[in-house]
């Protein structure tokens, strides 16, 4: 598990960088979550990989919330160090009315994918992203089967008669 401590060290760089990159911070069972202002998702990443060492995108996925939350959905971005071992989630929270942030695939090649299958299952827009559609499902698909008012059978658009 890692040292907090070590952590918050980069919370405090990044709001000496600029404050209003950094909305909250939550740090609990080990693990530091900043919280970021989707229009500062990009800077954010960048000046993380470049001037901090988290030069790896572990993994990027996006959550559904709830209908009844505001904001309703939320984009989780891992970051690992591959110098100092270290590993830090970025949380980006959108509305249902614009569920849309920045690619962050100018950073990191991997979120490609990631972001595609962030918008096919929940059906976030990576803004900038240079291919963004589906990924898992048929281009045909109704919908995002992740979201929480999905129906938990699903549809049938496919006969299989």
Known sequence: MADTAVLLEFVEKLKAENAAWVADVKDALGEVTIFVPREAIVDVAWVLKTKHGFDMLADLCGADRGPEE?????????????????????????????PNVGTVTTVWKTADWHERETFDLVGVIFDGHPDLRRILLPSDFDGH?????????????????
Not at 74 to 87: A, D, G, I, P, Q
Not at 145 to 161: C, I, N, Q, T, V
């Open 70 to 98: 505001d904001p309703r959905f939320e984009v989780n971005y891992h970051l690992f160090s591959t110098k100092h071992k270290n590993r830090l989630r970025l949380k980006v929270l959108l509305s249902e009315d614009e």
């Open 145 to 161: 089967a992740l979201r929480k008012d999905y129906p938990l059978r699903g549809y049938e658009p496919y006969s299989l008669s």
